[in-house]
Every structure is written in structure tokens, then in C-alpha cells.
């Protein structure tokens, strides 16, 4: 795979990036009270808008399972297009509007920073983060797949028996390094079911982690998710041909 570092790509088929790191459960975050406005307080200037959600969790047991609901809070920019979801557990950057590691990695060192001034997080127990491409550039047949992703990938799509009636293909495959994980969802999906336009797009869902309890450091933390982005850089570099690659990064 590749070495190089990431570079910023004219015509990125980025939708978003996520980062998350869970903790143990915090109750003062359960619930909407001072704890929880002092660090919206703390990030108002970039999230000021704020709103309650339910996170549904599924616990598997003797007889069926069953479904809990617990409160998140939302805080999101003006336009709608990076938020921070907090819960009793865990913490989450979102975006749909990346524009470099540098600039993302700032942000959640802020949003970590305003949450580690109102409450002590003893240990982290899990860390992620996840980027989701969609490759799209109008094609209209499984068969043009070749000329964009790398033949690895690709499976039976390219096949002539079945390639032009192919409505879906996901696989998933995970690799272990260093104690941490790299899952990597891939695939055609046709959106006809969702929106009724018969243009597919090719899912490339890369997801690092570590989900070893450790001693919560900030330093500690961002350097990871650092070594995650290079690596989910590194994966999506080798999922594209050279030539499509070439066309994303644009006139240099």
C-alpha cells in the first residue's frame, strides 16, 4: 500500500469523517444539567446550535432482545455541516465538510479539551475513526468499476454474467496492527430503491480503532487517531487505479 502522506484531492469523493472516543459512563451526563451546559458553554463560538437525541442500543440476552433508548446531546455549527454528539458514554466529531487532518485533528482537540475541563475521564475504551467515500463521477455500468477501483476490490462485479444485473455488492474485510483494527467496507450500491436514480456509486467505509481500555491521555489520543488517518489514507490510495486517482487530485 501506499507511503506517501495524504494529500488534499480537488474532486474528493469524501461524505464524511467521524471520530469517537468512548469512556466510562459518566452520569452527570445522562442528564441535561449544569455539567453538560458548562461544556456547551465551552463550545458555543463553533457549535451553538443544540438539540436532544435518543441513542437506541440492543441488549442481547436470555429470551428476546431488547432495545434501550438514552438521551444524546447534538451540538452542531450554524450550517448543519459538523456536529459534536455527547452521551453518558462517549463523545463524537462528525463532518460533512473535511477539509484536512490538520484542521479536523484542532477541532476535536477543542472539543476534548471543553469536556475534559468539566469532568475527569479516567479511561478511555475506545477510540475510532471512520471515513466514508462514495465514488461516483456518473457511471452507469458495474462494468466501468474497472477503470476506477482497484481490481482487488472489484470480485464478481466485472463479469459479464452478471455485472450488468448486479443491484448490490458489500463486502467486508478487517485487519489487525498494532493492537488496533482497520475495517474496510466496500462495494456497489445502487440508489434506485432510495431516490429512484439507477446511478450506482461504489462504497469505500474505512473504519480504525482501538478498543483496549487505557488511562485517558489527550496527547495520547489524538497521536492515535493521527496513525488511524494514515492508515485510512493509505487504504483508500490503494483501493483506486492510479488514473482515477490522478483525476481526483486534478491539475498539479
Not at 501506499?2 to 452520569?27: C, D, G, K, Y
Not at 480504525?208 to 489527550?218: A, E, K, S, T
Amino acid at each position: 500500500m501506499s507511503t506517501m502522506p495524504p494529500e488534499r484531492l480537488q474532486n474528493s469523493p469524501l461524505r464524511s469523517v467521524l471520530a469517537q472516543i468512548r469512556f466510562s459512563h459518566e452520569p452527570r451526563l445522562y442528564n441535561e444539567g449544569p455539567i453538560l451546559a458548562q461544556i456547551h458553554d465551552c463550545m458555543r463560538d463553533r457549535f451553538p446550535r443544540m438539540s436532544q437525541e435518543s441513542q437506541v442500543t440492543i441488549a442481547l440476552g436470555p429470551g428476546a432482545a431488547q432495545q434501550q433508548a438514552s438521551p444524546a446531546w447534538r451540538m452542531a455549527n450554524r450550517d448543519r455541516t459538523a456536529s459534536v454528539l455527547l452521551t453518558s458514554e462517549s463523545v463524537s466529531l462528525e463532518t460533512t465538510a473535511y477539509t484536512a487532518w490538520d484542521d479536523f485533528s484542532a477541532e476535536l482537540r477543542n472539543v476534548l479539551a471543553c469536556l475534559s475541563t468539566a469532568i475527569d475521564i479516567p479511561l478511555r475504551e475506545r477510540v475510532g475513526l471512520r471515513y466514508i467515500n462514495e465514488v461516483r463521477d456518473d457511471v452507469h455500468s458495474a462494468l466501468d468499476w474497472q477503470a476506477r477501483i482497484n481490481p482487488a476490490l472489484l470480485g464478481i462485479i466485472p463479469a459479464p454474467q452478471v455485472g450488468p444485473r448486479l443491484m448490490h455488492s458489500l463486502t467486508e474485510a478487517r485487519f489487525r496492527s498494532d493492537g488496533s483494527v482497520t475495517a474496510l467496507r466496500y462495494g456497489a450500491v445502487h440508489e434506485a430503491a432510495v431516490s429512484g436514480l439507477n446511478v450506482p456509486f461504489f462504497l469505500l467505509d474505512i473504519d480504525c480503532y482501538d478498543d483496549q481500555p487505557v488511562d485517558f491521555d489527550l496527547a495520547a489520543t489524538l497521536a492515535l487517531l493521527s496513525d488511524f488517518n494514515l492508515r485510512v489514507w493509505s487504504l483508500f490510495r490503494w483501493s483506486l487505479t492510479d488514473a482515477y486517482y490522478a483525476r481526483l487530485r486534478g491539475p498539479q
